[in-house]
């Protein structure tokens, strides 16, 4: 698949069965988990306009960890982005916890690959990443 349209995307994304939302050119999907308490880490798959070369999965739950000190939330990003391959984590000018996986649109890649490398991961990894942060905090 190369130059991955919006349609086969979602298409992609449906196969996860998972409650998504539409935003413009964003699929929002809230992972519930009960570790983490009642709020949901949110999933959003930004597809950008039709020239634009990369899909972005941008995961975050606001709020989560507001009792760490900045310095305590860069040394936590720091250890999980020397660790882990991806997502990449970082903290917002809202101090919340950002994650980002980035799948290069122009790139011929299979759909099992977008599939399995690229939604399955970037949620899976983002949940990961929360739980990681409760077990610290």
Same mark, same amino acid.
């Given at each position: 698949m190369k130059n991955? #349209?919006?349609s086969e995307f979602r298409d992609i994304l449906d196969t996860f069965e998972l #409650?998504? +939302?539409r935003d413009g050119n964003? @699929? &929002?999907v809230p992972m519930n988990d009960r570790e983490l308490g009642e709020k949901p880490v949110l999933i &959003?798959? %930004? @597809?950008?306009?039709?020239d634009s070369a $990369? &899909?972005?999965? #941008?995961a975050m739950l606001p709020g989560f960890g %507001? %009792?760490?000190s900045e310095i305590e939330k860069m040394r936590f990003c720091n250890t999980w982005n +020397?660790? $882990?391959l991806f997502p990449k984590a970082y903290i917002d000018s809202d101090e919340d916890f950002i994650l980002e996986v980035t799948l290069f649109k122009d790139?011929?890649? %299979?759909e099992e690959y977008v599939k399995d490398n690229f939604i399955g991961l970037s949620i899976v990894t983002s949940v990961e990443f929360f739980k990681e942060l409760k077990k610290s905090l």
């Amino acid at each position: 698949m190369k130059n991955i #349209t919006f349609s086969e995307f979602r298409d992609i994304l449906d196969t996860f069965e998972l #409650t998504v +939302r539409r935003d413009g050119n964003k @699929l &929002i999907v809230p992972m519930n988990d009960r570790e983490l308490g009642e709020k949901p880490v949110l999933i &959003i798959f %930004s @597809l950008g306009d039709e020239d634009s070369a $990369k &899909i972005q999965a #941008t995961a975050m739950l606001p709020g989560f960890g %507001s %009792s760490m000190s900045e310095i305590e939330k860069m040394r936590f990003c720091n250890t999980w982005n +020397r660790d $882990k391959l991806f997502p990449k984590a970082y903290i917002d000018s809202d101090e919340d916890f950002i994650l980002e996986v980035t799948l290069f649109k122009d790139e011929e890649v %299979s759909e099992e690959y977008v599939k399995d490398n690229f939604i399955g991961l970037s949620i899976v990894t983002s949940v990961e990443f929360f739980k990681e942060l409760k077990k610290s905090l």
